[in-house]
């Protein structure tokens, strides 16, 4: 290789950059992974992407967490508000014998009721932000915390 020239390999495009480098590229969030405890509750939380839900849609979303309950999970609380959700749930054992992934639970709510509060708003497009925020209720007084 010639003088001066750049032996550096070209880094992936999910790397984080080092603090001062600019580019015109946005950085990339690290995505996290939902790590699922068997047996444990969990507490839950999504919200929406830029909208204020009617007292309709909201309905749309506490109906929509209740509707599993009992077959994919024992649902504890659910709690919508203009802005995002909150449910405490226990996955349950699905036919196979292993707990109902929380990927499956709250997409399945997210699908459904997305479609569902377009339709009550007049509108289309996204309605949830990507991703989900889950929490271990490991102990009784945590759990009493979240039930407030």
Known sequence: MGEGQDYRIPRAKNHIRPPGERTDEPTPKPRLRHLQETGHPLFLTFGTKGLLLSPAARR????????????????????????HVHLVLKPMQ???????????????????????????????????????????????RDFGEKLR
Do not use: F
């Open 94 to 140: 699905d036919p196979c014998g292993s707990e109902v992934p929380l990927a499956r639970i709250v997409h399945g709510i997210k699908s459904y009721t997305a479609h569902r509060i377009n339709d009550l708003m007049r509108r289309s497009g996204p309605v949830w932000q990507r991703g989900y925020y889950d929490r271990i209720v490991r102990t009784e």
């Open 60 to 83: 749309c979303v506490v109906a929509a967490g209740r509707y599993y309950d009992g077959d994919r999970y024992d649902l504890y609380e659910v709690v919508c508000v203009p802005d």
